[in-house]
């Protein structure tokens, strides 16, 4: 009997690739390439399940072409790139990896955090470019962080576990979300705020919502216009939450103080005016690139799909 055909849009690490080329019959080798919209197509075309990333946009005329499909298990939590409701309409699986890669994006929003308060980017080049002359009292001076005003846009798996770390510190956290939390889902004393409040209170501001319809530039030149002109904004959630060019301009006229962005409203191309600002910390889409989360998030995507082709529910179907 042969193995179900599974069309991989990219290249998984090694662990997840010995995996799915002894349970499946691959449509294709995957390259560690975005494949164009034609070959995506074609290859969700051939196959019974398909594993595809974040970066490959999946819409309706495609999802309908593809009948011989019954799941797409996106290598990702969000699940923006998939026109959701033409899966539903179609029958369509669609499944996510929520939990397995929160500590790694927690980790790196704080990595994040820090080197952009204490300007650890623009301290490397210096030494690296061998025009550091020496300790001077007034260099590259920063921002501390202990102590401060954390404020924290959507307090799902990612916002609570960055909310933690914040315990080490000192920090005052606040939170906004379409709902407050129930004192009952959480013993930890973080407060709620209206959107507004929370940005005009907070030393710096971090982004965990998912991009909706709603979330869309939920951060714009207004949203903006409201924080302290010494805070920072960190993004690790998707791009177009924040509005890049009311972004590029707040950081020009100094409305606030920096920014560290792991995402980016046209992903991979960059607002031009972004990369010369060096208050601004621009990393390429590492939130969850360690190889324990990576691995784990391939793992998840095949037990979905192994439930799903044995007739099962999968564990992580979207939405929920």
Known sequence: MMPPTLYLSRLLPEPVMAIVRERFQLVQEPLDTLPSPAALREGLCQADAAI????????????????????????????NNIDLAAAQA????????????TDATADLT????????????????????GQWTGWSPTQLLGAEVSGKVLGIIGLGRIGQ???????GFRMTVLYHQRQPITAATSPQKWEYRSLHALL???????????????????IGARELSWMKPTAFLINTARGPIVDEGALVEALTKGTIAGAG??????????????????QVILLPHIGSATLQARVQMGLTCVTNIQAVLDGRPAPNQVPR
Do not use: C, F, M
């Open 52 to 79: 595809v990333t974040l970066g490959d946009r999946i819409d309706a005329t495609t999802i309908h072409a593809a009948t011989r499909l019954k799941i797409l298990a996106n290598y990702a939590v969000g699940y």
């Open 261 to 278: 962005l792991d995402v980016y409203e046209e992903e991979p191309a960059l607002h031009q005016r972004l990369s010369p600002l060096p």
């Open 161 to 167: 576990a960055v909310a933690q770390r914040a315990l």
């Open 200 to 218: 005009e209170e907070s030393d710096i501001v971090t982004i965990h919502v998912p991009l909706t319809p709603a979330t869309h530039h939920l």
């Open 90 to 101: 179609r029958g369509l699986t669609v499944t996510n990896t929520p939990d397995v890669l």
């Open 110 to 129: 704080w990595a994040l955090l820090l080197a952009t308060a204490r300007r650890i980017v623009e301290g490397d080049a210096l030494v690296r470019s």
